[in-house]
Every structure is written in C-alpha cells, then in structure tokens.
C-alpha cells in the first residue's frame, strides 16, 4: 500500500506559476511510475503529466507541453509538478497518483494508489 498527500495549491492569476509537491509513503520501495491527474468542475478526470522510477522517462499531455514538469526526488519519495504560464482552463483539483507498473501510463485506470487533490485556481 502506498499512501499520497498533495501539497502546493493555491490561487495565481494568468501566466502565474506554482510548485505542487506530492509525498509518498508507505511501500515506495518497489519499482513505479508517478504521476498527476486534474479534474475541473463538470469535467472528466484528465491525465498530466507522469514520470518514470529514474526520472529517464517523461510524458505530457498536449495541453500542457512546454508549460509544465515533472520531476521526482526519491531520496525524499517525493514527486514534484511545476506549472509555469498557468491559463484559466488549468483551474481543477490536482491529483497525484502512483502505479507498480514499471512503464508510464497516461489512463488513470493503470494508477491503483490516489492522493486526495489539491486545488489549482487561475484567475484570469
């Protein structure tokens, strides 16, 4: 069992920019990916961005390509996102979520372990 908490969110106006951490505990010894997820008022739950147990592999969704990062420190067993150029359509609570799979999935299907959200408001 693996147990996630968000921490990070806020209120930023338009173009503003903000760190979201996610702290992992319990089993984090096996081999996983890590990943985050948002989800907007009347929306479906949406895939981010995620990262692989070495950081060597990365993947994005297009809305948020050239804008957003993943990174993870596991010394810390820590998963990081920074959102930079926030837009209005990134307001949603942010999930971070973690799979034993040991290759990257975008579905949150492949992510059996969820942190409760934290929420990201852009104000335009």
């Known amino acids: 069992q693996v147990q996630l908490l968000e921490s990070g969110g806020g209120l930023v106006q338009a173009g503003g920019s903000l760190r979201l951490s996610c702290a992992a505990s319990?089993?984090?010894?096996?081999?996983?990916?890590m990943g985050w997820f948002r989800q907007a008022p009347g929306k479906e739950r949406e895939f981010v961005a995620a990262?692989?147990?070495?950081?060597?592999?990365?993947s994005y969704a297009d809305s948020v390509k050239g804008r957003f990062t993943i990174s993870r420190d596991n010394a810390k067993a820590t998963v990081y996102l920074q959102m930079n150029s926030l837009k209005p359509e990134d307001t949603a609570v942010y999930y971070c979520?973690?799979?034993?799979?040991?290759?990257?999935?975008?579905?949150?299907?492949?992510?059996?372990?969820w942190g409760q959200g934290t929420q990201v408001t852009v104000s335009s």
């Open positions: 319990g089993r984090t010894f096996r081999t996983y990916v």
């Open positions: 979520a973690s799979s034993t799979n040991s290759v990257i999935a975008t579905t949150a299907s492949s992510f059996a372990s």
């Open positions: 990262i692989n147990w070495s950081g060597g592999s990365t």
